[in-house]
């Protein structure tokens, strides 16, 4: 079959509106003729004789890698305690309690001890979260804000001292902590924080103060109910004597206990207060703290970055202020990188339940013929099988994220460092954004059973909805993703050297900023179109040119408005250009995991996805390909025509694709999705 057959005969020659109604009116009067078969229904016929074969277990083994065995684990223990499985209904108050003890389970019965491999083996410990999450998203959160925000704030600002004293009651959950950076006036602006931590050189110690309303610690996970310490975000104040009488050192972390280890009630000076029923994620106990005069250790300073002597002199190996505040914000990716791997994860669900789902459903066909499937259709082809190539890709840009951040946990490397905080920014924000907007979607490819809370998209779309707020702004990540693409524009003119994650835009910026090939310009065989050259050197050059073109503008608006000014009135330049080149990182890690893959069958599926992953973000951006004749209107229309083949194609081994995520029945826990009786399973749940 050709790429560019459709539907509909585009060949067949045109009927006049009078013919046609003449027609419509003869049916009324004559008999219909012998039924023939649909040549739609041929096209399906012909298509699932020839369809691609999928060795389900090598593309599974491919996807999962080393880390499955431990993920088994975690699904066996969940599956072994029904009393430890989240029922559909369960009140606020219940369920924080079914999460606190879902997380003991896991850690003192199922023996999964996750802390230490949040430095040693960060891979690993992000599989064992992608699982726990799988189980319940609040869970996922809970068991996040542990190990990765307490814990690992305890881990990646403290030193040895702090590590000596906490790491063992953190591991074994006897000391639940919270990260209390976030207040009521300040999220995304941390440099903002008002929190006080002033020193006291009389007694050897800091008094923390929230000095209004504004600087109340908020949304902060374990501190309504479990918490009893909290890593606390202020500005670090010690005493001159000078006229000024103090000296603000900018926002450091302190270990404040919050509640009495023995009766579990707030301690004095500490006002713990409960922010209450949210959209989704009720299993996570969020917050407000208010800190009247406590007074902690000076020990209690997280001081790897900064730290204060006995008679209360400041001392650290970083120079100034925003270099102390980069260094400790630095440390804390990981749960940008946790957010982004998790959000992958909960994707797999959504499209798993949706796909398995449109492949079960059968609505209406060609008369007096069998019902099809809904994924037969066009129109539920273009819902889904773009989703699930993305999910793919997702996959392979989040994996490459961890072992990036592993890497830089190890070696510490400065360009890493910073190419690790970008990409993480931007893989987070994207994903997260994408994940959201697809869950919606299923929803509505699942039509009326979708919205049945059983079937969990409401849940999953709930509970999701805050990864694009939580861990950074999804807006605020994208201009940090731009203002680092800029600066390595500008290094690039100044012969300076390119992170990593950028070097293409070293090795190509010329090329793309030159005029467009007119010849190439007008290629349309599929084999061109599906060359991973053309693909990627496509992605990278709108990339390009958005970055040229914002770079101009910013230097124009400058002038008159000032680098604030001119930075808002080109923001949404600046969103597009930081999506695009996320994207063009997606796609580059995608084709590199197509070549690398050994088994061919499975290279032949992620073959197929990639494309249809590529080719589609082309066709949805393509006005931007037409405005500056990158590609002609020929072009542009095989584009299209070949996108929709190719969903056409994928539809053909979706079961099979979504098999590979090798998510059991117990883990996607919907009705809709089960393999066989799913409708016998779903009636008994309503009571037949």
């Not at 949040?118 to 996922?140: C, Q, R, T």
């Not at 995304?188 to 008002?194: A, K």
């Not at 951006?621 to 020929?634: E, H, K, L, M, S």
Request: proline letters at 4%.
């Amino acid at each position: 079959m050709e790429p560019s057959q459709t539907i509909e005969d585009e060949s067949q020659p045109f009927i006049s509106t009078v013919t046609r109604r003449i027609q419509r009116l003869s049916l009324h009067l004559i008999p219909l003729p012998p039924l023939r078969r649909s040549p739609q229904l041929d096209m399906l016929t012909c298509a699932k004789a020839n369809k691609q074969e999928v060795d389900v277990a090598s593309l599974s083994s491919y996807m999962r890698g080393k880390h499955k065995e431990i993920q088994e684990k975690i699904f066996d223990f969940f599956n072994s305690r029904p009393d430890l499985q989240t029922p559909t209904e369960i009140s606020m108050k219940e369920h924080r309690e079914l999460c606190l003890r879902q997380l003991l389970g896991l850690v003192r019965e199922a023996k999964i001890k996750p802390f230490r491999y949040v430095v040693e083996d960060p891979a690993k410990y992000f599989a064992i979260s992608e699982a726990v999450g799988s189980i319940d998203i609040s869970l996922g959160i809970k068991f996040g804000v542990q190990y990765s925000l307490w814990g690992g704030s305890v881990l990646n600002l403290g030193t040895k001292k702090h590590r000596d004293k906490y790491f063992d009651g953190i591991d074994k959950l006897d000391y639940l902590g919270c990260f209390a950076m976030t207040e009521l006036h300040h999220g995304s602006n941390v440099q903002g924080l008002q929190t006080v931590a002033t020193f006291d050189p009389i007694t050897d110690e800091f008094i923390i103060d929230t000095p209004n309303d504004g600087a109340i610690k908020w949304w902060i996970g374990n501190a309504a109910v479990h918490g009893k310490f909290a890593t606390v975000f202020a500005r670090l104040v010690l005493p001159t004597h000078d006229s000024k009488g103090v000296s603000d050192m900018g926002v450091h972390a302190f270990i404040v206990p919050i509640r009495d280890l023995k009766t579990h009630q707030p301690l004095p000076g500490i006002e713990i207060n409960d922010c209450g029923h949210k959209i989704g994620l009720n299993g996570v106990d969020n917050g407000a703290l208010r800190f009247r005069s406590v007074r902690i250790p000076r020990d209690n300073l997280l001081n790897r970055f900064g730290d204060v002597t006995r008679d209360g002199k400041y001392t650290s190996s970083l120079p100034t202020i925003n270099k102390r505040f980069a260094a400790t914000l630095g440390e804390l990716v990981g749960g940008r990188v946790g957010l982004a791997h998790s959000s992958v994860g909960i994707l797999k669900i959504a499209v798993t339940i949706a796909v398995r789902y449109s492949l079960l459903r059968q609505q209406f066909g060609p008369p007096k013929q069998p019902e099809v499937s809904i994924l037969d259709y066009q129109s539920q082809q273009h819902k889904l099988m773009p989703m699930l190539a993305s999910t793919y890709a997702f996959h392979f840009a989040a994996q490459y994220l961890v072992e990036k951040y592993s890497e830089m946990k190890k070696t510490h490397d400065e360009q890493l460092v910073g190419d690790v905080h970008a990409l993480s920014a931007g893989l987070k924000s994207y994903v997260t954004s994408f994940t959201a907007k697809s869950l919606s979607t299923c929803r509505e490819a699942c039509g009326g059973h979708g919205y049945a809370a059983v079937n969990r998209f409401g849940t999953l779309r709930n509970d999701h909805d805050i990864f694009q707020t939580f861990e950074g702004d999804n807006t605020v990540l994208l201009q940090q993703v731009a203002a680092d693409l800029l600066k390595q524009y500008k290094d690039k003119f100044q012969g300076g050297a390119l992170s990593v994650t950028w070097n293409y835009l070293r090795e190509s910026m010329n090329t793309y900023l030159s005029q467009p090939n007119p010849v190439t310009a007008r290629w349309e065989s599929e084999d061109h179109l599906r060359d991973p050259k053309f693909q990627l050197d496509a992605f990278r050059y709108r990339t390009s040119r958005l970055l040229q073109s914002v770079a101009a503008r910013l230097q124009k608006h400058t002038k008159t408005l000032g680098s604030f000014g001119a930075w808002n009135r080109c923001l949404n330049h600046l969103l597009t250009l930081a999506e695009s080149h996320i994207e063009s990182v997606i796609l580059a890690k995608f084709i590199e995991a197509v070549q690398n893959c050994p088994d061919a069958s499975s290279q032949a599926a992620l073959k197929l996805l990639c494309d249809l992953y590529a080719l589609d973000r082309i066709w949805k951006d393509i006005g931007t390909y037409r405005n500056v004749d990158y590609v002609a209107p020929n072009k542009a229309k095989a584009i299209n025509k070949l996108t929709q083949y190719l969903s056409f194609q994928v539809r053909n081994i979706a079961g099979e694709v979504i098999d590979a995520f090798d998510l059991p029945p117990y883990i996607l826990r919907a009705p809709i999705a089960m393999q066989s009786e799913a409708y016998s399973q779903y009636t008994q749940l309503v009571g037949f």
